[in-house]
């Protein structure tokens, strides 16, 4: 017996507040008949651990910006913003006065809330008044929702004001460590850098789920993956991402195979070799932002295993043939999905590639070995699988089977399938991208590494379908999250999420592309500085707080390009300039300096605090495009007072 008579994370809750039991919770209560006795019962299987995460907090409040009667008596709020969360009503009425609140990502035309993408998920909380003269507040405790709108009836009708609602913004309370702004002749970047940061936080509810509103929200292997290196530039992911690690590892099949979702309540395992390709691939990326070779060998053995199972699977079908479940996920119609097959060859072989520098990285150089010689025969049979046949192109020459062979560097004539895809892209599609969640992430990683981010900005500056413009400024819904589907007012609602991470790659494309930070080696202990300076952007500034301190970069277009790049004490730089201005050298210098006061980027000329350009910066960086060094006082003499280091 209690006041809530029924909870579901996906249906909502119900609370009657005339069954509440005053002082129920405190331990001289002894009013005994109200209760039921407790049943004994067998404790949980498996290892207990104490929680290594943050736990799910309120981390915002927000308030609505509109409410209409779009039917009498019934009552629309919209905040403006699709999130992640649950809501709080202060209302006064009469005793069994029932309050209802529906919750839902989009309205129709009517200006009535659509639920049909939620498919069975009611997203309703219910509140029954007990009658208290000075007011009742409540909000549900054991669920949350995805939403942006709520609509509000009251039966008797309580009518309501803005102020009736306000709700609460809630996922894992990771730090957001990254930050990056853009100037350019539109606006496009920041507001899908916006979504992308809702998007993310919205789903990281102690494990990366897909979405955050229908019947689902599973920790999809695919959506993480994809999303990884985004996700670790905007947030501090580190003990997140290694809870997630451990029940991967515990979801794994004696026989080597990962689930599709972990933890496993949802889809097959074996995986589907892209979806089950989080698994090298997350402690790849983990790796590379933290350093942390303890994990990786916690996981070692099972990656071999996992990589085994790959193996015996193509053993018994063939490269060409590899098993597959999913694919290309979701190209933007009419776009046909590639081949399956090449998707899970891909995935295939980066994990061979993956567990390679992994078993380097834990000292066991044999298998990096073994590995790295296995990768070099399946890349022969990728190409010999899937190029050609009389054409200058993979498969059926759509883009997704043309940058997945770019981005492993396993092509023949790269140049002659570089020109192939950009006439694809500009001619073909006229300047669009036609990939599903797969292609995309690695249509700009290969567009990055061939030089050609003139193209990547152009697909990402896009506002007309398919784009991640298009998703943001449409005239029918304008997102404030990332969507499923490319086309998602028309798609099939029934898998029609208006919050979903899993096309967010290009926010890892952002840092490090037109931001130009890479890490050189694990953990940021060494850096790249390499900004692409294209288009019509006139303007960068992006920041990671990495293990060894802050990193900066600022760049702006003043006649030629001025740069700027911060990095930490004792961290290796190269600093590589062949993609800025037209000569791609470094032509003047204006400042070099290590440990200034403020360490802002723009702030001191020659002559202040230690900006003496020593003999060594000026003939490895003058005349240069690319120079390396070390941020400490063997470079740039003694530093000056203060926290801040700077190269």
């Given at each position: 017996a209690g006041p809530i008579t029924y909870d579901g994370i996906y249906n909502g809750e119900t609370y009657d507040a005339r069954l509440e039991i005053d002082g129920w919770n405190?331990?001289?209560?002894?009013?005994?008949?109200?209760?039921?006795?407790?049943?004994?019962?067998?404790?949980?299987?498996?290892?207990?651990?104490?929680?290594?995460?943050?736990?799910?907090?309120?981390?915002?409040?927000?308030?609505?910006?509109?409410i209409t009667e779009p039917e009498d008596d019934v009552y629309v709020y919209d905040f403006g913003q699709n999130f992640s969360g649950f809501c709080e009503i202060s209302v006064t009425g009469t005793e069994g006065t029932n309050v209802t609140l529906k919750h839902a990502e989009i309205i129709d035309s009517d200006g009535m809330i659509y639920t049909e993408n939620l498919r069975s998920a009611r997203a309703t909380d219910t509140y029954i008044l007990k009658g208290a003269p000075g007011g009742e507040v409540w909000h549900p405790r054991f669920t949350y929702h995805g939403f942006r709108y709520v609509q509000y009836t009251s039966s008797p009708l309580i009518t309501p004001s803005l102020s009736t609602i306000q709700c609460f913004h809630i996922h894992t309370d990771v730090a957001q460590t990254g930050n990056i702004y853009f100037q350019s002749v539109s606006n496009t970047l920041n507001t899908i850098q916006h979504n992308i940061i809702w998007g993310q936080n919205s789903n990281l509810m102690s494990v990366p789920t897909d979405c955050d509103q229908r019947d689902e929200r599973k920790g999809w292997m695919g959506d993480a993956h994809l999303s990884v290196e985004e996700a670790l530039h905007n947030f501090d992911l580190g003990a997140f991402y290694t809870h997630w690690l451990r029940l991967i590892q515990d979801d794994q099949?004696?026989?080597?195979?990962?689930?599709?979702?972990?933890?496993?309540t949802f889809g097959g395992n074996p995986s589907d070799p892209s979806w089950g390709a989080a698994y090298p691939g997350v402690l790849y990326w983990m790796y590379m932002f933290y350093g942390d070779t303890y994990l990786l060998n916690q996981h070692y053995p099972s990656l071999l295993s996992y990589i085994g199972f790959l193996s015996d699977a193509v053993k018994n079908t063939g490269l060409g043939n590899m098993y597959y479940s999913y694919g290309d996920w979701v190209p933007p119609p009419p776009a046909p999905m590639c081949s399956a097959h090449l998707t899970s060859a891909f995935s295939y072989l980066e994990g061979v590639l993956q567990v390679a520098f992994i078993g380097n990285a834990v000292n066991q150089t044999l298998d990096s070995q073994k590995f790295n010689t296995m990768f070099q025969t399946l890349a022969l049979d990728f190409n010999y699988a899937f190029f050609g046949n009389g054409s200058n192109y993979y498969d059926t020459g759509l883009q997704t089977a043309q940058v997945l062979p770019l981005s492993l560097k396993i092509v023949q004539n790269n140049n002659q399938l570089v020109s192939y895809l950009l006439n694809n892209i500009v001619g073909?599609?006229?300047e669009h991208l036609?990939?599903?969640?797969?292609?995309?992430?690695?249509?700009?990683?290969?567009?990055?590494?061939?030089?050609?981010?003139?193209?990547?900005?152009?697909l990402a500056e896009n506002v007309d379908y398919p784009s991640w413009g298009y998703m943001a400024f449409n005239p029918v819904e304008p997102a404030t999250t990332l969507w499923e589907l490319w086309d998602s007012p028309t798609g099939n609602p029934s898998m029609d999420s208006r919050n979903h991470i899993m096309f967010g790659s290009v926010g890892?494309?952002?840092?490090?592309?037109?931001?130009?930070?890479?890490?050189?080696?694990?953990?940021f202990a060494g850096v790249k500085f390499a900004p692409a300076v294209v288009g019509g952007l006139t303007y960068v500034n992006a920041s990671i707080t990495t293990l060894f301190g802050n990193i900066t970069t600022e760049w702006r277009k003043i006649?030629?390009?001025?740069?700027?790049?911060?990095?930490?004490?004792?961290?290796?730089?190269v600093l590589d300039c062949s993609t800025i201005g037209a000569s791609g050298v470094i032509t003047d210098i204006k400042f070099a300096s290590f440990g200034t006061p403020l360490g802002q980027c723009g702030r001191?000329?020659?002559?202040?605090?230690?900006?003496?350009?020593t003999s060594y910066v000026y003939t490895n960086v003058f005349r240069n495009s690319s120079c390396t060094f070390t941020a400490n006082t063997d470079t740039f003499g003694e530093p000056c007072y203060g926290t801040f280091k700077r190269a």
């Open positions: 405190w331990a001289n209560y002894t009013q005994s008949n109200q209760w039921t006795a407790c049943k004994s019962v067998a404790p949980p299987g498996g290892v207990l651990a104490a929680q290594m995460i943050p736990p799910i907090r309120i981390t915002q409040v927000m308030n609505p910006v509109s099949l004696p026989q080597g195979s990962v689930a599709d979702t972990s933890p496993w073909t599609e006229k036609s990939t599903g969640i797969i292609g995309t992430k690695y249509l700009l990683q290969a567009l990055n590494s061939n030089y050609r981010n003139d193209i990547a900005l152009l890892g494309w952002y840092y490090k592309s037109l931001a130009g930070i890479t890490p050189l080696l694990p953990g006649g030629g390009t001025a740069l700027c790049a911060q990095a930490a004490e004792g961290q290796d730089v001191y000329g020659v002559g202040s605090c230690n900006s003496n350009i």
